[in-house]
């Protein structure tokens, strides 16, 4: 079942690496307290609570690809990218007041792309390979990593996409 995912066109391929151009989306997000594996699940919940039905007028909203998570200082968010339709005017308003939509600006990242399971070490592991390459290419991260997963739980390890994204600079002019 294809889903629809965000939106970015690709200003440079070196794979596993990409540099990518976020288009401007909405986002509906929740913060959770706990470990990783923990929070994702928690706040994955939340937000399916949300986009079946949690929303006054108890429309469904469709699910979207990926899933992001992200360290904050107060544990983790999780968040869902809205529909393209969308705009925050139109968006259902969510019944659950721990659920927030946002307007997220466009924004250029650098990515490196993977299969396998959504353990720390395998996170980790591609975090530290992502930051190595920025080095390498003199470029530095403005952001925490966003862990990002494509697939449903029951997806094989070997057939899953998991992203590690962080912001960079915009090109300079």
């Known amino acids: 079942m294809a889903v629809e995912r965000a939106k970015y066109s690709v200003e440079l391929s070196d794979p596993p690496y990409e540099i990518r151009d976020y288009a401007p989306s909405i986002v509906a997000s929740v913060h959770v307290d706990g470990d990783r594996g923990e929070a994702v699940s928690a706040g994955f919940r939340i937000l399916a609570n949300y986009i079946f039905g949690g929303n006054q007028p108890k429309g469904k909203i469709a699910m979207t690809a990926p899933v992001a998570q992200q360290p904050t200082s107060r544990g983790w968010e999780v968040r869902f990218t809205m529909p393209a339709g969308y705009t925050l005017n139109t968006l259902p308003a969510p019944t659950d007041p721990r659920v927030h939509i946002a307007a ?22 591609h975090e530290r390979k992502l930051l190595e390459w920025l080095k390498a290419h003199h470029l530095s991260a403005t952001s925490a990593p966003t862990y990002d997963y494509y697939d449903p739980p029951w997806t094989p390890w070997f057939m899953r996409t998991i992203e590690v994204v962080v912001d960079i600079a915009p090109r300079q002019a």
């Not at 466009?106 to 399971?117: E, L």
């Open 104 to 125: 997220v600006s466009a924004h250029r990242a650098a990515v490196i792309s993977f299969s396998g399971f959504w353990s720390d070490a395998n996170l980790g592991s």
